[in-house]
């Protein structure tokens, strides 16, 4: 059942000042495994809520209040959730809090317990520190949204074209998984902390940073590359971006792609059966035949010439049969009319949470 998870986090309160995309998505995600979420936002509103099924899917069951943030009796009503929530979120950029009054000692003589995260574009700077890993710039005061982050943390670059061009995404990585995905691991790791130690803490969360962590496979497989092919590729080139015939996206005759995720050797020599090309059963990155070699590059055209003799509709029908790692690349119509997904508006199984058993 879908719902098997909304009591996990059951009698967790959380005040969220977020607005957007980042935070609300983050205590959506909390709303779903059980917290109680009060939402507050100032008297204009979130700003989400111009778009307004967007704002309906990040906020559905919340509780949602509304308070001038300038007027002392707003900064109270606040101050009165947060006396007996156990956490607090916010997305505001570095010293608003304390600005607003509420800043990390207030706080804490508040609700010693509460754990506060802050979501930023670029983190905070720790002045006057002189520890080895504490963070020195001046960006954490610049506004920014995911584009900026995603630019400034080296993944933008990262997602190009097979002809090298700059990819423009419409997913917001650095909101989701640099913002709220990192911010609710930190949630529940303090809040868990707090039940041991009965203090809370203030945890500021860098979009920005979160997702120059997430590039840890270009960071080891650019080296990978390099070792065998005398340079440093380009992320079209990398070992998982493209290089390699078993792991890569193949056109078809109609125009539409097929992914191929056969990257062990098991996988590659059931694409190769199904495809007719037994001389290709020995061509593979797990017997020494390494991207951007002769041999490798051979592979990779007679896979792709192979897959463009045919529709998509074709190599579906065919690799249904197999298991062998490779899929159509679908449209986000065909995916919602995909069995995998029949349940997944409806349920809202947020992250593809399914409890087995108890």
Not at 193 to 208: D, N, P, Q, V, Y
Request: hydrophobic letters at 45%.
């Amino acid at each position: 059942m879908h719902d098997s998870m909304a009591d996990c986090l059951q009698g967790l309160r959380v005040v969220d000042l977020t607005r957007n995309l980042p935070g609300p998505f983050a205590t959506r995600l909390l709303a779903d495994l059980g917290a109680n979420i009060i939402k507050i936002e100032p008297k204009n509103g979130d700003p989400a809520r111009a778009v307004g099924d967007l704002f309906t899917a990040l906020n559905h069951g919340k509780t949602i209040e509304k308070h001038d943030f300038r007027d002392p009796k707003g900064i109270e009503a606040l101050k009165a959730h947060l006396k007996n929530a156990d956490v607090m979120l916010d997305s505001f950029r570095p010293g608003v809090l304390a600005g607003m009054g509420l800043d990390a000692k207030t706080l804490r003589a508040l609700n010693p317990k509460l754990v506060i995260v802050s979501i930023t574009g670029y983190g905070v700077t720790d002045q006057g520190s002189e520890a080895d890993n504490s963070i020195k710039h001046d960006w954490a005061h610049k506004a920014g949204h995911d584009i900026n982050f995603m630019a400034m943390s080296g993944m933008l670059d990262q997602l190009r074209t097979a002809e090298g061009e700059q990819a423009m995404p419409n997913i917001q990585f650095a909101d989701l998984a640099g913002g709220s995905d990192t911010a609710v691991i930190a949630i529940l790791a303090a809040v868990f902390a707090a039940e041991r130690t009965s203090r809370g803490r203030h945890i500021a969360i860098s979009m920005t940073h979160s997702l120059y962590n997430h590039m840890i496979m270009p960071k080891i497989t650019g080296k990978l590359v390099a070792s065998f092919a005398g340079k440093s590729p380009a992320p079209q080139q990398d070992f998982l971006g493209g290089a390699l015939p078993c792991y890569r996206l193949y056109q078809t005759a109609d125009d539409r792609y097929i992914a191929v995720g056969s990257l062990e050797l098991k996988f590659w020599q059931g694409l190769c059966a199904v495809l007719e090309l037994p001389e290709l059963k020995k061509v593979h990155w797990q017997l020494g035949i390494m991207p951007h070699t002769p041999d490798s590059q051979e592979a990779m055209q007679t896979v792709a010439d192979k897959f463009a003799s045919q529709n998509l509709t074709h190599w579906q029908n065919l690799f249904a049969l197999v298991d062998v790692c490779v899929t159509p690349v679908l449209s986000l119509a065909e995916a919602k009319a995909h069995p995998l997904f029949a349940h997944q508006d409806e349920h809202d199984a947020t992250l593809g949470w399914q409890q087995i058993e108890t």
